[in-house]
């Protein structure tokens, strides 16, 4: 194994090991059984149960390759590599493990109900549990409006989304995306990520693979760096990310002397310490969702696929009665903004129309009495008439009393 790897502490070290890689390696072999390319190059490395961990490397690293082989896509040439204690190849696994491909396959003239329900008979689902896992899975990549249109129509973005769908269909404890984000715009890789991080909640084990590092960055616990079918690094974020040497103060904004005086502190305690001021960034992606999502209130519209939906109920936890609860909780906790917005939106106009529905049956309400009262109502009223007549009567007689004492009679 490579000396220059940087092995971090092992956070998750006490779980399960789902995944052991030992001296792994793939050497890709010409028509004449020449080697051709070594794309996995003695690597080891392990993930374990409730763990996300990003394979990341440019192009053409080795990532697919390390994928392929847990997956017995494809035949290690060395080495040895266990899935759940098993060999990748043992078909139990299959249950076990969702997988998005790098490419997304479809047969175009299917619909995206149709593709989805197709995966789900693959694993013996009843017709009413693929078609409640179905829909639910649509809305929550954000396609339940293209659910009768065949995929063959779909962009890249879409096509990606139903993949994503797909490698969720049996629920499993091990998912396994490779490049999850590509083709997708910012909204859409922000969904991505959010739902990893709900994956990895319910204790999934996931690796996702990217070559782009702000994807991986957000969402993973552990990254495995591949270059030239080598691992480079391997480590927890924090530790392989976080700069020891240097301090980060946030504060709102000072006026000059303030900096001045801090400045003067800082030089008294790290005499050749050098300090910078300057105003915090917000990511491009930030930036970015927040601009669509402006627009999105000004009920300015795009096209293709929208923003996903809630979570699909089967996959919130294994128990039926805590899945609601787990569900509402987990949701809550990990709202994208477009979530958050449409369900405002939604609260607002379920609002609007309990108001006007309120009115309708109070002015309803007030004809009725006016044409015919109740017998109730109308007796009620005959008695306040009287007690008003009488309380008018005495009124007067009092009236008359004080404006006249002597004339008193009784
Ligand atoms: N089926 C194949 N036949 C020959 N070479 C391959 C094959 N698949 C991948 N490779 C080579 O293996 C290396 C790693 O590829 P891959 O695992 O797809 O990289 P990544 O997914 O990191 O971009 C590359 O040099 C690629 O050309
Ligand atoms: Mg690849």
């Not at 204690?85 to 479809?106: M, Q």
């Not at 499993?172 to 969904?191: H, K, M, Q, V």
């Not at 591949?226 to 504060?251: C, F, H, K, S």
Request: glycine share 6%; aromatic share 6%; hydrophobic share 35%.
């Amino acid at each position: 194994m490579a000396e220059a790897v940087k092995t971090a502490e092992k956070s998750a070290s006490e779980r399960p090991v789902v995944v052991s890689a030992v001296g792994l390696t793939k050497v890709f072999r010409d028509f004449w059984n020449r080697p051709k390319a070594k794309a996995v190059n003695d690597i080891d490395f392990e993930v374990r149960e409730g763990e996300v961990v990003g394979l990341l490397g440019p192009n053409g690293s080795g990532k697919s390759t390390t994928v392929k082989m847990l997956l017995g896509l494809l035949y290690p040439t060395g080495g040895r590599l266990t899935v759940f204690g098993k060999s990748p190849r043992d078909v139990e696994n299959k249950k076990l493990i969702g997988y998005l491909p790098e490419e997304t396959y479809l047969y175009k003239y299917l619909t995206a109900f149709e593709t989805l329900d197709f995966f789900a008979s693959l694993f013996g689902l009843s017709k009413e549990e693929r078609t409640r896992r179905c829909d639910q899975l649509l809305d929550m990549v954000g396609l339940a409006h293209a659910r009768n249109r065949p995929v063959g129509e779909f962009s890249k973005g879409m096509a990606r989304r139903i993949g994503l769908a797909q490698a969720m269909i049996n629920d499993p404890a091990f998912l396994i995306l490779d490049e999850p984000t590509s083709g997708l715009d910012p909204l859409g890789c922000r969904e991505v990520k959010d739902l990893i991080k709900l994956l990895k909640k319910r204790g999934k084990t996931v690796i996702v693979t990217s070559h782009l590092l702000s994807d991986v960055e957000e969402v993973c616990d552990r990254i495995i760096v591949l270059y030239g079918g080598r691992i480079r690094a391997n480590g927890g974020m924090e530790d392989l990310l976080t700069i020891r040497t240097n301090d980060t103060i946030t504060v709102p904004r000072l006026p000059e002397d303030a900096i001045e005086r801090i400045r003067q502190i800082v030089r008294e305690s790290v005499p050749d310490g050098e300090m910078s001021v300057a105003h915090p960034h917000m990511s491009l992606e930030d930036f970015f969702v927040d601009i669509v999502n402006e627009a999105k209130k000004e009920s300015l519209e795009t096209s293709g696929s929208r923003s996903g939906g809630a979570i699909a109920d089967y996959l919130t936890g294994d128990k039926e009665h805590d899945a609601k609860a787990v569900l509402e909780s987990l949701t809550r906790e990990e709202e994208t903004p477009a979530q958050t917005l449409a369900k405002k939106m939604e609260e607002d106009a379920a609002k609007a129309a309990e108001d006007a529905a309120k009115k309708r049956q109070d002015e309803l309400f007030a004809k009725l009495q006016a044409s015919s009262p109740a017998p109730e109502e109308e007796k009620s009223r005959r008695e306040q008439q009287e007690i008003e007549a009488k309380m008018s009567e005495a009124n007067r007689k009092l009236k008359d009393l004080l404006t006249n004492p002597t004339d008193r009679k009784d």
